[in-house]
């Protein structure tokens, strides 16, 4: 699956690109929200995020790179959102907090930044629904992909199978058409993509090229 990230669309004209990605094979759109604290650079926040929800069938995917993220789950849920990602660096009540998306009727995601290791998702894989491994360090698109990021979807696609979890293996930052076929071979199922699908000459192509990457 692709996940087109919406940080490098036109802001002045979103609904263009949203009426892009309704025509495109893109599978769920990614919104980047980030506070200034928890990352060092500020996206956008809720009102973004309902407008996206009047603009589209596709569902809400909302990364939050965001301090307290628990704090704001049900302000999220209520703007639209269909999956929600917060980051185990920013929370002390993981399996808490997991459990507070599925109360709300979300999809629960935990994110790990490229410094943690997949083997603190341990005791919580049974309950996700999904995990985000960060290529880059977040805060910003159009970064270069971490190389390690492949034994790092290996490790965690051997923890899913050994403890029975159905969770998806989300991969995000510096995905391109380059890459999409070894991320699938290493186990990833969705593929988040920014800067090549925003910046490339056929948006609605590249989508098709990155989600269909052969899998051999
Ligand atoms: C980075 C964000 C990403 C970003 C990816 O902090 O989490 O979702 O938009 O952008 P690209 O694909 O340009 O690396
Ligand atoms: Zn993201």
């Not at 604290?37 to 995020?49: A, E, H, M, R, Y």
């Not at 899913?160 to 995000?172: G, P, T």
């Not at 991320?183 to 993509?193: E, I, R």
């Amino acid at each position: 699956m692709i996940a087109p990230s919406l940080l490098s669309a036109n802001f002045a004209n979103l609904e263009k690109d949203i009426q892009m990605l309704n025509k495109s094979e893109a599978d769920w759109i990614h919104l980047d929200v980030m506070d200034g604290v928890f990352v060092p650079n500020i996206s956008f926040g809720l009102p973004i995020v309902s407008t996206v929800k009047k603009l589209t069938n596709k569902s809400l995917d909302v990364h939050l790179m965001i301090v307290k993220p628990e704090n704001y789950f049900e302000a999220f849920v209520q703007a639209g959102a269909d999956y929600i990602s917060f980051h185990l660096e920013a929370s002390t009540h993981v399996r808490r907090s997991i459990q507070l998306l599925k109360k709300l009727g979300v999809k629960a995601g935990i994110v790990l930044n490229p410094h943690t290791p997949v083997s603190l998702l341990e005791d919580v894989i049974d309950e996700l629904d999904y995990v985000l491994l960060m290529s880059v360090n977040p805060g910003y698109g159009g970064q270069r992909f971490i190389e390690q990021t492949y034994s790092k979807i290996e490790k965690l696609k051997q923890l899913i199978k050994e403890s029975y979890s159905n969770a998806l293996i989300q991969v995000d930052g510096g995905v391109n058409t380059e890459n999409a076929k070894a991320l699938y071979k290493a186990g990833a199922d969705v593929l988040v993509a920014g800067n090549a699908v925003f910046s490339a000459q056929n948006p609605v192509e590249t989508i098709a090229q990155i989600r269909n990457a052969k899998r051999t």
